[in-house]
């Protein structure tokens, strides 16, 4: 690993407090390296793809002031990440993988119409804790005996402030095991984003368009009620190249809803659309050049980051026998 990404991971564990998080960072500092001393070249952390500036921006001011929803055809983000076998179940229901979506929360600060800050009377500038986006878990087993890897996948946007820079530290809401008075949630806070200098920590594309990340993390099992998408539901090169997937194709996902995710408990929110353009080619975003499938699905404020599930055996008829849902990637950007 670069002398950069080995200072940024090493910071990142420096700053993740709960201990079986820091192992989890550790071990992927050690497989890093590993790897690039095999391949004697520098390892990219994530391929993915693409949302940012205007339309990231103004997701964000639409998430404070507007309600309304959103038909549009969206970018879905590839994430051809190298993963293994998974001990979390392959044949997932929709209840279980609703279990692996959390709900991101964050600390934003609005800008007035000319870009500059919105401040109260002291002159302090305004800071406002909002739903940002969705994120989910992706189990990662690594080879040394008895040792998993668990991320925490996103948007890369969804950890941007109002102004584009990213975010010091956000925090995730996920459903408790046992109930705490009324409430069936709890938070784990101050994840962090960036080092002092403002440089994202988690894992991400050398390319910036690309809008993917992911950060090792593994809640306590004790109190969090949650579950991983396993890498064998990821759908591969092979599979996507070979006509098994189409336009057409049914597919769905399931998150964050900004206008109702739950007063006691969350409540992620399941939509489904088709796969509207299937290409090899790199398409324009507003972040670049790059390989995405178009969908067409409806979409609330808060669906950034949020995990896509192919639907096979049901284009151009009826559900067919041995149906397969294969995982194909998350929302990014609306066109």
Known sequence: MSDTGQKDFSELSRQV???????????????????????????????????????????????????????SLLMLALAPVLFLNAQFSVGQSINEQKKAVVFIFGT?????????????????????????????????????PGCEIVYLVT????????????????????????????????????????DPQGNLLWFHSQNQAEDVVALPLLPDEREFEFTAIPTTMFLSDRTLNSGAAAEGDELYFIGLMEQYYGAKRNYPLVRR????????????????RQKVLIAELESWPGNSGAPVFLLGGRRDSAPAAGNTVEFLGIIVPVF
Do not use: C
């Not at 002159?123 to 994120?135: A, D, K, M, R, S």
């Not at 659309?273 to 670049?288: N, Q, R, S, V």
């Open 17 to 71: 407090s709960e201990r079986q998080a820091r192992t989890f960072v550790e071990l992927i500092i050690d497989v890093l390296n590993a790897l690039e001393n095999h391949n004697q070249h520098s390892v990219g952390s994530d391929p993915q793809t693409a949302d940012g500036r205007p339309p990231v921006l103004k997701g964000k001011e639409n998430s404070v002031t507007s309600q309304s929803r959103v038909r």
């Open 273 to 288: 659309g088709t796969l509207a353009l299937l290409t090899d080619e790199d398409i324009d975003t507003p972040t670049g």
């Open 155 to 194: 948007a890369k946007h969804v950890l941007q402030d109002a102004d584009g820079a990213f975010l010091p530290s956000v925090r995730i809401r996920m459903n408790l095991r046992s109930p705490v008075g009324d409430e069936q949630f709890g938070f784990i806070s101050d994840i962090p984003v960036t």
């Open 108 to 144: 934003i600060h609005p800008l007035n119409p000319d870009k500059t800050a919105i401040t109260d009377t002291d002159g302090n500038q305004v800071g406002v804790e909002i739903p940002l986006g969705t994120g989910f878990f992706v189990d990662y087993p690594d080879q040394r």
